[in-house]
């Protein structure tokens, strides 16, 4: 399978049906597949942490959640076919689920959002095999009940929601403990689910505007926002191309 080095970043060479075909793939195989989806902002933290850019390149499937990403990867003379969008996969593979008879668990949010995202998902898709949820609040003791929770469901699909760099850690350091088919990273997927944050309308995704919306809606980003500037000249004059495979 073919990777685009985006700043020491091993980004997956795929569209969305690839994606989800790969993710499938790995709930069927034996052992624990990981998808991460990072967007320009967690690239530029992996480049400048090597630890979690290291983290990241473990994944069995990297997408390009922003469309900064698909833009770098021009820049670069290696040009991804399209945004593969983690919340648009995640739903892909819930639709799969249903469909399959899949298990599903959610890890992640605020107290009750994981509940009623379920409820929401499960109005929408009432076939769907919601085996746990926990929310994203634990100490180390709370951890160890989570783990044995998902270890006892044993989930074809866990979504991993505490936002990056923190649900890749996660992820990486418990992977061997989690009785799971797929494991995914998804960040605010959640919330996006359970209705308490508004995804940025199509008009705004199909333009790669998604962020601009998102920077409107809650205008305390612009901080963060500085990061896309960045990302895009950090590409521009430091970014490596590599053909092939790992």
């Given amino acids: 399978m073919k990777k685009i080095d985006i700043l020491g970043v091993m980004v997956d060479h795929v569209t969305m049906d690839e994606a989800l075909e790969r993710a499938i793939s790995c709930i069927k195989q034996e052992g624990v597949g990981t998808v991460f989806t990072p967007n320009s902002e967690i690239i530029m933290v992996a480049y400048q942490d ?57 890890f992640g949010g605020k107290p009750g959002v994981a509940e009623l995202a379920v409820q929401k998902l499960e109005e929408q898709y009432p076939t769907l095999r919601v085996c746990g949820t926990q929310d994203g609040y634990f100490d180390a003791e709370k951890e160890k009940r989570i783990i044995a929770d998902i270890q006892e469901k044993k989930p074809d699909i866990l979504f991993v929601c505490l936002g990056a760099p923190k649900q890749e850690k996660w992820i990486a350091q418990h992977k061997d403990e989690l009785s799971a088919g797929l494991v995914l990273g998804v960040g605010g997927s959640l919330d996006v689910w359970a209705g308490t944050v508004e995804r940025a309308p199509l008009k705004y995704q199909k333009a790669g505007l998604e962020w601009f919306y998102r920077l409107m809606k809650q205008p305390s980003r612009f901080i963060r926002m500085l990061a896309l500037p960045k990302f895009g000249l950090t590409v521009l004059f430091k970014g490596k191309r590599v053909k092939g495979g790992r």
């Fill in 50 to 106: 090597a630890e979690f850019c290291s983290i990241l390149n473990t994944a069995d499937l990297i997408i390009a959640d922003g469309i900064g990403v698909v833009y770098a990867s021009r820049i670069l003379k290696a040009p991804l076919p399209e945004r593969v969008a983690g919340f648009d996969l995640s739903c892909r593979l819930l639709e799969k689920a249903a469909e399959e008879g899949y298990s599903v668990y959610f």
